[in-house]
Nanobody
Framework: QVRLVESGGGSVQSGGSLRLSCTAS???????LAWFRQAPGKEREWITS????????FYADSVKGRFTISEENGKNTAYLQMNSLKPEDSAMYYC????????????????????WGQGTQVTVTV
């Protein structure tokens, strides 16, 4: 059973940076890991995915150029570096995973990912 644990959330001023971590356990081989976020009253939004087999990242337009996903194989940990944060980035951030490659034609689909973490809150103040 795969388990995902997020950490690193918090409160930051607009323009600031945060780095989120997602540590996976119970995985076997390479897998596709994603970050989603959900603000109150809004749908859960896909942000980025990475395939641990080749570390190829994919990004939503809303975060491209500001957020960077990376993966540290030896620690089974993925990071989401978030720079130039805006108040509209405030949300609960979740990592998710599937034990297969990243399907580039449907990366944003919630049902693509089998495993989910509990989330970590990010608040960006003006």
């Amino acid at each position: 059973q795969v388990r995902l644990v997020e950490s690193g959330g918090g409160s930051v001023q607009s323009g600031g940076s945060l780095r989120l971590s997602c540590t996976a356990s119970g995985t076997h081989g390479s897998y596709c890991l994603a970050w989603f976020r959900q603000a109150p009253g809004k749908e859960r939004e896909w942000i980025t995915s990475i395939y641990t087999g080749d570390n190829a990242p994919f990004y939503a337009d809303s975060v491209k150029g500001r957020f960077t996903i990376s993966e540290e194989n030896g620690k089974n940990t993925a990071y989401l570096q978030m720079n130039s944060l805006k108040p509209e980035d405030s949300a609960m951030y979740y990592c998710a995973a599937r034990e297969a490659g990243c399907p580039f034609w449907s990366l944003s689909g919630r049902d693509v990912y089998t495993y989910w973490g509990q989330g970590t809150q990010v608040t960006v103040t003006v």
